[in-house]
């Protein structure tokens, strides 16, 4: 994925050394954007090895609405230990936005419901809108939206989607959140009978971290291969119908895993 190390090197490059909450340093851009046409192949890194069991486990968690890290253990997933509290709790974070966002009445708007309904009934419509930004909740996350609105778009029989990310951990979390999102696009294709388009993945803040640049700087001397292919492998007539077998991910060769400490 050319476009990726591109966007590596681009802040390697150009990017402002800052500081941050975690107290690690960052170098940065604002505002970037990453285009992918999912009918060439699906966005999975090959110049690091991924670990597609926690990125498909991670959106079917976030898509039954959960925020308690307890499920994902019990799949051997840990990508958001660091942020739970003793329970297990994150507090009201993506699955709790996206399924049952509060109304102000004391019901709650599922978000992802709305989202496919209207690209059935409405393909046309400039609504397909989902958001995890709450202002009202923001504090009460462990960690506020970082991947905070999505928008689908029907062309030519085609399902496209463009994330908008706030802040982006572009070494550990972005190739993460390219694989989510467009598994995400694949899965909503599959269930409102449309194929897959594009994925644009839009920056806010777009960073390395300082601790991070020794990493950036091996997988920017790689050489990016050929991306694999998903095959959906039952027909689902719901996304809540979906499960982990449910996705192959064929000819999926990588590079060797770079490790990385995480900033909490």
């Known amino acids: 994925m050319k476009t990726y190390l591109d966007l590596l090197e681009h ?20 505002g970037y954007q990453m285009r992918f046409d999912l009918s060439e192949g699906f966005p999975l890194l090959t110049t690091k090895k991924l670990h597609i069991k926690s990125i498909v486990y991670e959106l079917l968690w976030f898509l039954r609405g959960e925020t308690n890290v307890r499920w994902l253990q019990e799949r051997g997933v840990k990508i958001w230990d660091e942020w739970a509290d003793e329970n297990g709790d994150l ?16 019901g709650a708007i599922d978000q992802i419901k709305l989202l496919v309904r209207g690209i059935k009934n409405n393909p046309n419509s400039r609504r397909h809108l989902v958001t995890a930004w709450n202002p009202a909740e923001v504090d009460a996350m462990a960690l506020p939206p970082c991947h905070c609105l999505f928008q689908f778009y029907v062309a030519d029989g085609k399902l496209s989607c463009q994330l908008y990310q706030r802040s982006a951990d572009i070494f550990l979390g972005v190739p993460f ?19 897959v388009g594009e994925f644009i993945h839009t920056f806010g803040d777009a960073h390395l971290y300082a601790n991070h640049f020794e990493q950036a700087r091996i997988q920017l001397q790689r050489t990016p291969g ?18 982990y077998e449910d996705f192959k ?12 400490p995480i900033s909490v």
Do not use: C
């Not at 990017?15 to 604002?30: A, E, K, L, Q, Y």
């Open 11 to 30: 802040v390697m490059r150009t990017g402002s050394d800052r500081g941050d909450r975690t107290g690690t340093g960052t170098r940065s851009v604002f």
């Open 91 to 106: 507090g009201p974070v993506y699955g709790s936005q996206w399924r049952s966002w509060p109304d102000g009445y004391g």
């Open 177 to 195: 959140n390219i694989a989510s999102y467009a598994l995400l696009t694949h899965m909503v294709a599959h269930v409102t009978g449309l194929r």
């Open 226 to 243: 050929t991306l694999p292919k998903l095959e959906i492998l039952n027909q689902r007539a719901e996304l809540d119908d979906f499960v």
């Open 249 to 260: 991910f064929a000819d999926y060769r990588a590079a060797p895993s770079i490790k990385a």
